[in-house]
């Protein structure tokens, strides 16, 4: 995927941690970023460390204010070049049996569906503006394996969001480019300090990333180590796949794309 030269940014949780960093790096390189985050003292102190930077208080949980969101970005900056649909929030922690589904529910509140309301506001207006645009859904190395035990609610919801991201990227026009950012453990306020000290420092991840978005990645990465987990996964279902599936050739005629390949050209 070719790069491709962004003149502004919308960020959702953009006041700290991942977002905030990822800001200060795009606003570095003479991108205007516009910070969205819960209103408040914070979201107006990282303002004011990013020089021309612009500021929207939104709750991605509710549909109504991304929507206003998306129509302030427009209207503020002309055109949106990049949205990151980053906010987020910590899970509920504990055995899956012993946390309440309205907490888990809540947590998807933020952490699903605040993507799916940033993808559904922001993606009609990308497509009809006529600029090489991109939406980037932030997920986690949780999106991949299960990296924080006790921690399904979280998991769960990145991994969703993982999904979410590949089906809309196949939604777009070639102008509109769909990715998911994978973050490894990096230092932030999601969790508590003393558990999050040891991740790498959000400046340094943000540099290792913001190349990435700019070359449009499908998935943007940065922790090494989490390939030795994902392979842990993989090595056990290719195990089983070969061990148990009908091999490929075998089993064509039951792939749902080539069945429906087959079925558009025969109306073509």
């Excluded at 606003?27 to 990013?50: F, Y």
């Excluded at 922690?93 to 799916?116: K, Q, S």
């Excluded at 559904?120 to 991949?144: M, V």
């Excluded at 999601?190 to 990645?217: H, S």
């Amino acid at each position: 995927m070719s790069a491709f030269t962004p003149r502004t940014a919308v960020i959702t949780g953009g006041a700290s941690g991942i977002g905030f960093a990822i800001a200060r790096e795009l606003a570095g390189q003479g991108i205007t970023v516009m910070l969205a985050d819960l209103p408040g003292d914070r979201l107006d102190r990282a303002a004011g460390m990013i020089e021309g930077a612009l500021t929207q208080p939104c709750d991605v949980g509710d549909l109504a204010q991304v929507e206003a969101l998306a129509e302030a970005a427009f209207e503020r900056l002309g055109e949106v070049h990049l949205v990151l649909n980053n906010a987020g929030v910590g899970g509920p922690n504990g055995r899956l049996w012993e946390v309440g589904p309205e907490a888990a529910r809540a947590h998807f509140d933020v952490n699903f569906w605040g993507v799916w309301h940033g993808c559904r506001a922001f993606a009609p207006r990308l497509i009809e503006q006529a600029a090489p645009s991109a939406i980037y859904n932030t997920g986690s190395e949780n999106s991949l394996f299960c990296a924080v035990p006790r921690s399904a609610a979280y998991i769960a919801a990145k991994h969703a969001v993982l999904g979410l991201t590949e089906s809309l990227r196949e939604d777009l026009p070639s102008h509109v480019h769909a990715g998911t950012i994978i973050p490894g453990w990096v230092f932030t306020d999601i969790g508590p300090e003393q558990f999050m000290k040891p991740g790498m420092p959000a400046e340094d991840y943000a540099r290792i990333v913001v190349p990435q978005l700019l070359a449009r990645r499908r998935f943007v990465v940065s922790h090494g180590y989490n390939t030795v987990r994902i392979a842990e996964r993989m090595d056990e279902l290719a195990a089983s796949y070969a061990e148990y599936a009908l091999p490929p050739d075998e089993d064509a005629k039951h792939d749902v794309r080539l069945v429906m390949d087959a079925l558009r050209q025969a109306q073509e």
